[in-house]
């Protein structure tokens, strides 16, 4: 092989090679187009560490507290927004303050951020005073989110207005939150119908004598 066809074949092998990184890069790009069109970006490390935030949260002091709360008023990468939620969940001081840390993040357009708060509720002591910011995301536009709101709502909010939510669930325009309404009026009362218009004629009959076990 001559020294020009020798340099040839280098230029075409290195083109190649170049286009190889390109593509990838362009599919990486598209990728995390769809990523952030579905809700679910990748983001950067948390600005604090875990065993950071977990510190703080389980201090006593309402200072420390606040300072968590105030890393998350100016916080804009909603992974980490998610990782606060679950720390905030522990906590038992300023319960306002807290409560208004999730209401922000349950109304948030991130489908991720707002499904993830809503599962750091679940651990929550005051998330039955959440009730009323969770009920508008059981008709949210993502399934997932609806899961988890029912799931919150039926399985951690220990209030018998819980009861109410779920016959109003009955009409939803969601299929998928009218059977888990029917699934969990049978699983949390002694009462065992398969239709929507049972549970209301149930409802109606019994809403002023039920009393939750």
Request: aromatic share 10%.
């Amino acid at each position: 092989m001559s020294s020009s066809q020798a340099l040839i074949l280098c230029l075409l092998t290195f083109g190649l090679a170049v286009c190889g990184c390109e593509k990838k890069e362009a599919e990486g790009q598209d990728g995390a187009n769809a990523a952030k069109a579905a809700g679910k970006n990748e983001f950067s490390t948390p600005i604090f560490d875990p065993q950071q935030i977990e510190a703080i949260v389980r201090s006593t002091s309402n200072t420390d507290v606040d300072a968590l709360l105030k890393q998350c008023a100016n916080e804009t990468n909603n992974v980490v927004l998610a990782q606060y939620a679950t720390f905030l969940s522990k906590t038992t001081t300023r319960g306002p303050s807290v409560r208004a840390a999730f209401r922000k993040m349950l109304k948030s357009d991130d489908a991720y951020l707002r499904e993830q708060a809503l599962m750091a509720l679940e651990d929550y002591a005051g998330v039955a005073f959440m009730l009323d910011d969770m009920i508008p995301l059981l008709n949210d536009p993502n399934e997932d989110v609806r899961d988890s709101a029912m799931t919150t709502i039926a399985d951690y909010v220990e209030s018998r207005r819980k009861f109410q939510v779920l016959i109003d669930c009955l009409d939803s325009q969601f299929d998928d939150v009218r059977e888990n309404a029917i699934f969990n009026l049978g699983f949390y009362t002694d009462a065992n119908f398969e239709t929507a218009e049972e549970w209301k004629k149930w409802w109606a009959e019994n809403k002023n004598t039920f009393k939750p076990e």
